[in-house]
Structure formats: structure tokens, C-alpha cells
């Protein structure tokens, strides 16, 4: 999946070849999974009958680690609008850190404490990675995922697997310095969580 354009307004998900071996979309084996394992998390879900692709999980309660709820579109433009700079900056290439919230960010998911889960439209090689936004400090940590796609994917295969989520952002984060931690999945009473682990 690529991020591309606006259409009424909206954020607009272009589809490239998102289809997985079993014919399932990424966002369909989540929702398949949510439904089946979590089941308190897929009753969260509030997407609208005629969501597009990722806007199919809005309001599914931390899907995306650490504990970010994805929105829809239409409250990932509400935010995108209500967080973005009135200044005019020279903007940096897409996957570098930003201390003020730019109109090129497009919101994904929150954890309704003013951090943002936010796909970086910016210019450059890394165009279309998925970022963290933290309400005091921007967005220093190094790119959480290189796409919304490899983002559906990790989670994915994490929830069918049990594997670690965030493998490769945590060794680039390592490579600069960072601390971070990988996380697992665990379901309580009917609720996705994720733990962090060592990487």
C-alpha cells in the first residue's frame, strides 16, 4: 500500500500488491484474527461499511505498538489539520526527525495522549514510512516501519505467530544510540496488548 493523493478531503490509500499467499489482504487476516482471538478488541472496531483497505481496523484498541488505536479517515484529517504548523518551513526528506507536526504527516493512529502513529508524505527516498509522533518530542526515533504495508505485515505475522513486532526499527534504533524494545502480543479477557521483550 501507498499513500497517494486526497479524496475529499481524506487521506486516499492506493493499492498496490497487498495481496498475501493466502488470497487474504493484511488488513483482512488482522481482522480475521481479532475476530477469532480478540474478541473485546474487534468489537472496537467502528470503521465504516465502506472503509478502504487499512481504515477497515479503525478503533480496534492497540493494534498497532505500543498501544496506538487506528483512526479513520476522516479523524486521521481532523487530527492532521488540528496538529499541523501554521508556519512555513523548508521541510526535511521524508524519515527524518521533526520537531513540529507538518502537513506532509498523516495521522494513522493515536493513543489518545497527543502521540500519533503517522505515515511521513515528505519527499524523499523513505516517502510513505510510518513514523511516531510524540506530543514532547516530535518525531526523533528513527522510522518504525518503511510502509503502511510492512507495517499490516509485521503485525500480521505477529499476531498468527507470536513473534516480535518492530524487529528492524529496534535494530535502527539501536545503530543511533536509541533504547527501544521489540513487543509480543498477548490477549486478556478478550483485549490485544503488546509486551515489549528483549530484542
Given at each position: 500500500?501507498?499513500?497517494?493523493?486526497?479524496?475529499?478531503?481524506?487521506?486516499?490509500?492506493?493499492?498496490?500488491?497487498?495481496?498475501?499467499?493466502?488470497?487474504?489482504?493484511?488488513?483482512?487476516?488482522?481482522?480475521?484474527?481479532?475476530?477469532?482471538?480478540?474478541?473485546?478488541?474487534?468489537?472496537?472496531?467502528?470503521?465504516?461499511?465502506?472503509?478502504?483497505?487499512?481504515?477497515?481496523?479503525?478503533?480496534?484498541?492497540?493494534?498497532?505498538?505500543?498501544?496506538?488505536?487506528?483512526?479513520?479517515?476522516?479523524?486521521?484529517?481532523?487530527?492532521?489539520?488540528?496538529?499541523?504548523?501554521?508556519?512555513?518551513?523548508?521541510a526535511e526528506p521524508a524519515g527524518t526527525t521533526s520537531g513540529i507536526f507538518l502537513g506532509e504527516f498523516v495521522p494513522v493512529?493515536?493513543?489518545?495522549?497527543?502521540?500519533?502513529?503517522?505515515?511521513?508524505?515528505?519527499?524523499?527516498?523513505?516517502?510513505?514510512?510510518?513514523?511516531?509522533?510524540?506530543?514532547?518530542?516530535?518525531?526523533?526515533?528513527?522510522?518504525?516501519?518503511?510502509?503502511?504495508?510492512?507495517?499490516?505485515?509485521?503485525?500480521?505475522?505477529?499476531?498468527?505467530?507470536?513473534?516480535?513486532?518492530?524487529?528492524?526499527?529496534?535494530?535502527?534504533?539501536?545503530?543511533?544510540?536509541?533504547?527501544?524494545?521489540?513487543?509480543?502480543?498477548?490477549?486478556?479477557?478478550?483485549?490485544?496488548?503488546?509486551?515489549?521483550?528483549?530484542?
Open positions: 500500500m501507498m499513500w497517494g493523493g486526497r479524496t475529499s478531503g481524506h487521506p486516499m490509500v492506493r493499492h498496490d500488491d497487498d495481496m498475501t499467499e493466502s488470497g487474504l489482504q493484511w488488513w483482512e487476516r488482522i481482522h480475521n484474527w481479532l475476530r477469532d482471538n480478540a474478541p473485546r478488541t474487534f468489537d472496537q472496531i467502528t470503521a465504516a461499511p465502506d472503509a478502504d483497505g487499512f481504515w477497515h481496523l479503525a478503533g480496534a484498541g492497540n493494534l498497532i505498538p505500543t498501544a496506538y488505536t487506528p483512526l479513520s479517515s476522516e479523524n486521521s484529517n481532523r487530527e492532521r489539520i488540528r496538529k499541523t504548523t501554521r508556519f512555513q518551513v523548508e493512529a493515536a493513543d489518545g495522549m497527543g502521540d500519533y502513529v503517522f505515515v511521513d508524505e515528505r519527499q524523499g527516498r523513505a516517502s510513505g514510512c510510518i513514523r511516531e509522533w510524540d506530543v514532547d518530542e516530535g518525531s526523533r526515533l528513527p522510522t518504525l516501519w518503511p510502509s503502511l504495508d510492512s507495517m499490516l505485515t509485521d503485525i500480521a505475522r505477529s499476531l498468527e505467530t507470536g513473534e516480535p513486532v518492530l524487529q528492524e526499527h529496534a535494530k535502527a534504533a539501536r545503530a543511533k544510540f536509541f533504547k527501544v524494545s521489540v513487543y509480543v502480543p498477548e490477549v486478556r479477557d478478550g483485549m490485544l496488548s503488546w509486551q515489549p521483550v528483549r530484542a
